[in-house]
């Protein structure tokens, strides 16, 4: 194996956030008796990923994130809604999407025998467990590495301290990230100086500033990277 480590981005890249959003945007907008048109989801994600991009960068916490967006978002629909109260709804609609992308499952089983895991991902911490349980995946990772617990989020190269120092014996040439964004997996694991491993599915442009190490449009074509 070419990689003794290796560490797993969650959403979009084993799960299937967008899902996971679709199905939670729907239910909580179905209680609050608004439509949830075309223009007011375009609406929602561009806010909710300004917001995430914010605390990629350290100038918002995970908490500050969630807690504080729904209120000027239904702000602009004409609805005044109780912010904190309504991502506990929101959250709870999304804690139950587990829909795993391809064939996560069967990948991550196989690769545990041959390597150890890891969960990398920015978030809270009860709805990514509850989802990667929910999902079948939990048992197969050797420790799970989340935003809100280490108090720094990728890319920030606290982060990636935070994880090395939890990691037994860690060897950096040995060590590769695997996920979906670059500016989060791929500059995190660059930030942190070791391999990464983007996957594109949708054969997105690569940003010429953040290049990985590798690029994969399926995750089956992990193997081919590892057995080289």
Same mark, same amino acid.
């Given at each position: 194996?070419? @990689?003794?480590? %290796?560490?797993?981005?969650?959403?979009?890249?084993?799960?299937?956030?967008?899902?996971?959003?679709?199905?939670? %945007?729907?239910?909580?907008?179905?209680?609050?008796?608004?439509?949830?048109?075309?223009?007011?989801?375009?609406? #929602?994600?561009?806010?909710?990923?300004? =917001?995430?991009?914010?605390?990629?960068?350290?100038?918002?916490?995970?908490?500050?994130? !969630?807690?504080?967006?729904?209120?000027?978002?239904?702000?602009?629909?004409?609805?005044? !809604?109780?912010?904190?109260?309504?991502?506990?709804?929101?959250? &709870?609609?999304?804690? &139950?999407?587990?829909?795993?992308?391809?064939?996560? %499952?069967?990948?991550? =089983?196989?690769?545990?025998?041959?390597?150890? %895991? @890891?969960?990398?991902?920015?978030?809270?911490?009860?709805? &990514?467990?509850?989802?990667?349980?929910?999902?079948?995946?939990?048992? @197969?990772?050797?420790?799970?590495?989340?935003?809100?617990?280490?108090?720094?989020?990728?890319?920030?190269?606290?982060?990636?301290? #935070? !994880?090395?120092?939890?990691?037994?014996?860690?060897?950096?040439?040995?060590? !590769?990230?695997?996920?979906?964004?670059?500016?989060?997996?791929?500059?995190?694991?660059?930030?942190?100086?070791?391999?990464?491993?983007?996957?594109?599915?949708?054969?997105?442009?690569?940003?010429?500033?953040?290049?990985?190490?590798?690029?994969?449009? =399926?995750?089956?074509?992990? @193997?081919?990277?590892?057995?080289?």
């Amino acid at each position: 194996m070419r @990689y003794k480590n %290796l560490l797993f981005d969650v959403d979009n890249t084993l799960l299937d956030f967008h899902d996971a959003q679709q199905q939670a %945007l729907n239910a909580l907008f179905n209680e609050l008796g608004v439509p949830l048109t075309s223009e007011n989801e375009a609406l #929602y994600k561009t806010m909710n990923q300004n =917001r995430w991009r914010e605390h990629e960068k350290g100038n918002l916490t995970s908490d500050e994130v !969630v807690n504080g967006r729904f209120g000027p978002f239904f702000e602009q629909l004409g609805k005044k !809604v109780d912010s904190v109260k309504t991502e506990q709804k929101y959250r &709870q609609f999304l804690n &139950q999407g587990h829909k795993r992308i391809e064939n996560s %499952l069967e990948i991550i =089983r196989d690769l545990s025998t041959k390597a150890d %895991l @890891y969960v990398v991902t920015n978030g809270l911490a009860n709805t &990514q467990l509850q989802r990667l349980t929910d999902a079948g995946l939990f048992p @197969y990772f050797k420790d799970i590495f989340i935003s809100e617990q280490a108090g720094f989020q990728k890319p920030m190269v606290e982060f990636f301290d #935070y !994880v090395f120092a939890k990691v037994p014996h860690l060897q950096k040439e040995k060590t !590769v990230i695997i996920g979906d964004s670059l500016t989060s997996d791929i500059q995190g694991g660059k930030n942190a100086g070791i391999d990464t491993i983007w996957f594109n599915p949708a054969a997105s442009t690569i940003d010429v500033r953040i290049k990985p190490t590798f690029q994969i449009s =399926r995750l089956e074509d992990i @193997y081919d990277i590892l057995a080289s």
